[in-house]
C-alpha cells in the first residue's frame, strides 16, 4: 500500500488493517508519519528514486495485493510546463508504479494469484484545464492497467482501477506560474475553484471502503469509481456528447 502516511492511502490502510489484512504502508519518511495505524508496518519509498523502489519490494517480500496510491499533481498552464517537471509527475503518477508492478508481477505470476489496485483519478477520464501532466500521466495509468490486466488474468492475477472524484486531503499540486503569463486570469480562476471544490470533496474513507469492496468482489471489473460525484459523472459520460463534456467540465473549474 504505497503513500499510508496520509489522505487516501492513510484511509484505505485503515480500512483493511481493521478488515484483517496485514498492510505494509509506505512513506518517503516513515519515521516521521505523525499518526501511524497500530499493527500497519511502515516501510521507506520514494518514488522519484528507482533504487528506492527495488529496496522497498526487496524489503516487503512476497506481496499478495499490491495498491499503487502514492502520488502527486501539477498545476500549469500545458503551454508554459518545464518538460523536467513534466517527467518528474509522470516519474511520480506512472513510472513509479509501472517499476514497482514489474518487481510484484514475477513472484505472483509463479504464485499463480494476486491483485493490483491502481489508484488514478476522475482527472484520468476527463482531462483537467491547467492539470495536464496529471491528466495525462493519469490517462496513461490507466492504459497501463488495462492493457497488463489482459496479460496476466491467466495466471490468477486481477488488475483494476480506481478513479477517485474530489477527496478531502491535503494533496498539494506542483504549481508552475510565470508571473507574465498570458493565462494568469484564468489559472487564478482555477485555483481559488479548486481550493473550494477540494474543501467541499468526501471524505478519503469512502475510497477505503470502496477498495475493500473491490478486494472482495468475486470478479472485479476493469474501472471503478469513487466519490467527489465521479460515479454519477463516468454514468453521464456514456451518454453526452464530447463537446457537452467539454463546456461542463470549463465550467465546473470555474472557467468561461
Ligand atoms: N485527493 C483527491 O481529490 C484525489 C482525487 C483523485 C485521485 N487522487 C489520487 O489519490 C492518490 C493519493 O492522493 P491524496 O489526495 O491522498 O494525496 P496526499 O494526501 O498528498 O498523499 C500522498 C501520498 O503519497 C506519498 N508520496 C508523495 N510523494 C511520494 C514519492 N515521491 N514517493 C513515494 N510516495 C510519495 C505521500 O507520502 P510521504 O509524503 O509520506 O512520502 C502520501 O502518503 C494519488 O495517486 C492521487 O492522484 C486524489
Same mark, same amino acid.
Given at each position: 500500500m504505497t503513500g499510508a502516511s496520509k489522505g487516501i492511502g492513510r484511509a484505505i490502510a485503515v480500512v483493511l488493517k481493521s478488515a484483517g489484512y496485514q498492510v505494509i504502508g509506505?512513506?518517503?519518511?516513515?519515521?516521521? !508519519?505523525? =499518526?501511524?495505524?497500530e499493527g500497519v508496518s511502515y516501510l521507506p519509498l520514494d518514488l522519484m528514486d528507482e533504487a528506492s523502489i527495488e529496496e522497498?519490494?526487496?524489503?516487503?517480500?512476497?506481496?499478495?495485493?499490491? !495498491?499503487? =496510491?502514492?502520488g502527486g499533481s501539477s498545476l500549469w498552464p500545458a503551454a508554459e510546463g518545464p518538460l523536467a517537471k513534466v517527467r518528474d509527475l509522470f516519474q511520480l503518477d506512472l513510472f513509479g508504479p509501472i517499476k514497482l508492478i514489474q518487481g510484484v508481477l514475477p513472484d505472483m505470476m509463479r504464485r499463480r494469484t494476486g491483485f493490483i489496485l491502481n489508484i488514478g483519478s476522475m482527472a484520468g477520464r476527463f482531462a483537467v484545464p491547467y492539470q495536464s501532466a496529471y491528466s495525462s500521466a493519469k490517462f496513461a495509468l490507466a492504459g497501463f492497467t488495462w492493457s497488463l490486466r489482459n496479460e496476466v488474468k491467466s495466471f490468477g492475477i486481477q488488475v483494476v482501477l480506481l478513479d477517485p472524484g474530489d477527496i478531502r486531503t491535503s494533496i498539494e499540486?506542483?504549481?508552475?506560474?510565470?508571473?507574465?503569463?498570458?493565462?494568469?486570469?484564468?489559472?487564478?480562476?482555477?485555483?481559488?475553484?479548486?481550493?473550494?471544490?477540494?474543501?467541499?470533496?468526501?471524505?478519503?474513507?469512502?475510497v477505503g471502503k470502496k477498495v475493500l469492496k473491490i478486494l472482495r468482489a468475486e470478479d472485479p471489473r476493469p474501472f471503478y469509481t469513487v466519490g467527489g460525484g465521479a460515479p454519477a459523472m463516468a454514468f453521464f459520460k456514456r451518454f453526452l456528447s464530447d463537446r457537452f463534456i467539454e463546456k461542463q467540465i470549463k465550467k465546473s473549474v470555474g472557467l468561461k
Open positions: 509506505t512513506s518517503r519518511n516513515p519515521e516521521s !508519519i505523525q =499518526n501511524k495505524i522497498c519490494r526487496a524489503q516487503a517480500g512476497p506481496v499478495d495485493i499490491l !495498491i499503487n =496510491n502514492a499540486p506542483t504549481v508552475h506560474f510565470r508571473p507574465d503569463s498570458g493565462f494568469q486570469t484564468d489559472m487564478s480562476r482555477f485555483i481559488r475553484n479548486r481550493e473550494v471544490r477540494m474543501a467541499e470533496g468526501s471524505d478519503p474513507a469512502v
